[in-house]
Nanobody
């Protein structure tokens, strides 16, 4: 099982980024996926998650209306579109996977993690 994030970078407030989580070694359609972030000195938090079945989604309140999670099982890829970025969105972003049908929101529920991609938003 392998998860590789990409798409991070340094942007100005108000700009957009699209993070990509490329997966391999498993059938993505059997896995729920989460995007998490961790800023320096802060705890890891779930930003957005999507279930394996029916694509139920979860969004952190602070990103609702700005971020969109999506998945392309045929391409073994999960995306996080981030619009109207704010300085407080600055963090390392990680994607994670767990083999279950229902959505998972807590980090301890996930079995596999990528190495992360850095997002820096300046004001």
């Amino acid at each position: 099982v392998r998860l590789v994030e990409s798409g991070g970078g340094s942007v100005q407030a108000g700009e957009s980024l699209r993070l990509t989580c490329a997966t391999s070694g498993f059938s993505l359609d059997e896995y729920s996926i989460g995007w998490f972030r961790q800023a320096p000195g802060k705890a890891r938090e779930a930003v957005s998650c999507i279930s394996a079945v029916e694509n139920f989604t979860y969004y952190l309140e602070a990103v609702k209306g700005r971020f969109t999670i999506s998945r392309d099982n045929a391409e073994n890829t999960v995306y996080l579109q981030m619009n109207s970025l704010k300085p407080e969105d600055t963090a390392f972003y990680y994607c994670a996977a767990v083999q279950r049908r229902t959505i998972a929101i807590m980090s301890h529920e996930y079995d596999y993690w990528g190495q992360g991609t850095r997002v820096t938003v300046s004001s």
